[in-house]
């Protein structure tokens, strides 16, 4: 039987002959098996052992000396493979649990995160600039690609980048004052995970039948805002806009007109017109905005509060201002 396994090895070690292997395997796979099975105490894996064991068989049957007792080869390389599949699936399991332990360890540091942002996140926000603002929604509240904030922002993808980390170090800075002492990558994981929590589903739909049966101009809400907004800005009677804001602004304005006398006026550009041309409103607009960039505090965003934005635009005129009574 022993000079048989090794004629029938070296017949498929030279001709590769099929059936010879074949003969092989049907003659000591019970022996392959039961080694690995009671090893490892799992049949799925004594089966992918005892195929792993006849591959390395097929793979060193040129190798062997013709003298070598094949059940004790076979014998001894199971049990090799069988012990590199054990230690191969306890580090599976060691990782897949130390993973899970991170895991759970992570979503309660997020969770403990959020608690102590969420009440400060809204003030946080809206003590931010509009574009500033508008990225991090984009990027955070609806889980956007950068590429899509800049193309929302009409700016680049690198520039949204910038943008965002610039909203995000404002936020940090906001709540560091609060006693909340969290890293930029910390805040944008919290808001990222909890900031927008599922609504009923239900709401969807009442809310759109309320405003198709009632219309939203027509609630008393809505007409209580429009007058605070009329009251806020009582002293307002005309509007200049540019072209670009056709639309909202515009029946925005309507809606105000019956509580107060406002008028808007849209400054439009020809489009026969080429190149540089003074539009009238306008270039007060942008000259102006010419003396806030020779203050070096207002060249660029540095205010966290928009409040104190307000405050250095008043120092600035007031300066300007001084220095034109000086000269007269």
């Given at each position: 039987m022993?000079?048989?396994d090794?004629e029938?090895?070296r017949?498929y070690a030279?001709?590769?002959?099929?059936h010879?292997f074949a003969?092989?395997?049907?003659r000591h796979?019970s022996l392959?098996y039961?080694?690995?099975l009671?090893q490892?105490?799992?049949?799925?894996?004594?089966?992918e052992?005892?195929?792993?064991?006849?591959?390395?068989?097929a793979g060193?049957a040129?190798l062997?000396h013709?003298?070598?007792?094949l059940?004790?080869?076979l014998?001894?390389?199971?049990?090799f493979?069988?012990?590199?599949?054990l230690r191969?699936?306890?580090?599976?399991?060691r990782r897949?649990?130390e993973?899970?332990m991170?895991?759970?360890?992570d979503?309660?540091q997020e969770?403990?995160v959020w608690?102590?942002?969420?009440p400060?996140?809204?003030?946080?926000?809206?003590?931010l600039?509009q574009?500033?603002r508008?990225?991090l929604?984009?990027?955070?509240?609806?889980?956007?690609s950068?590429?899509?904030?800049?193309v929302a922002l009409g700016?680049?993808?690198?520039?949204a980048?910038?943008?965002?980390?610039?909203g995000l170090?404002k936020?940090?800075?906001f709540f560091?004052?609060r006693g909340?002492?969290l890293?930029?990558?910390?805040i944008?994981?919290?808001?990222?995970a909890h900031?927008?929590?599922a609504?009923?589903?239900a709401?969807?739909?009442?809310?759109?039948?309320a405003?198709l049966a009632?219309g939203a101009a027509?609630?008393?809400l809505?007409?209580?805002?429009?007058k605070?907004?009329?009251?806020?800005?009582g002293?307002l009677?005309?509007?200049?806009?540019?072209?670009?804001?056709?639309?909202?602004l515009?029946r925005?304005?309507k809606q105000?007109r019956?509580?107060g006398?406002?008028?808007?006026?849209?400054?439009r550009r020809c489009?026969?017109?080429?190149g540089?041309k003074v539009?009238?409103k306008?270039?007060i607009?942008?000259r102006?905005f010419?003396w806030?960039?020779?203050s070096r505090?207002?060249?660029r965003?540095y205010?966290?509060?928009?409040d104190?934005?307000?405050?250095?635009?008043?120092i600035c005129?007031?300066r300007?201002?001084?220095?034109?009574?000086?000269s007269?």
């Open positions: 022993m000079d048989d090794m029938l090895l017949e030279t001709r590769r002959s099929e010879a003969t092989l395997v049907a796979i392959v039961s080694s690995a009671r490892v105490r799992d049949p799925n894996l004594a089966e052992i005892t195929q792993a064991v006849f591959i390395i068989l060193k040129a062997l013709s003298k070598t007792i059940s004790g080869w014998y001894r390389t199971t049990r493979t069988a012990a590199n599949v191969t699936e306890s580090n599976r399991q897949e649990k993973a899970q991170q895991s759970t360890i979503n309660a969770e403990a608690k102590e942002l969420s400060l996140l809204d003030e946080a926000m809206n003590r600039g574009t500033d508008d990225a929604l984009l990027r955070y509240f609806e889980n956007k950068f590429r899509d904030v800049g700016a680049n993808e690198e520039s980048r910038k943008r965002v980390a610039r170090d936020l940090r800075v560091v004052k909340v002492t890293s930029a990558v910390a944008a994981g919290a808001v990222s900031s927008v929590q609504a009923p589903v709401l969807a739909k009442a809310t759109t039948a405003v009632h027509s609630s008393s809505t007409l209580t805002l429009i605070g907004l009329v009251n806020m800005f002293r009677q005309i509007i200049w806009a540019d072209g670009g804001y056709l639309g909202a515009v925005w304005v105000l019956p509580y006398k406002l008028k808007l006026e849209i400054v489009d026969r017109v080429k540089f539009l009238p306008r270039w607009v942008e102006t010419g806030f960039f020779k505090r207002l060249c965003d205010e966290v509060r928009i104190h934005s307000e405050a250095m635009l008043r005129m007031i300007l201002m001084v220095k034109r009574l000086a007269i």
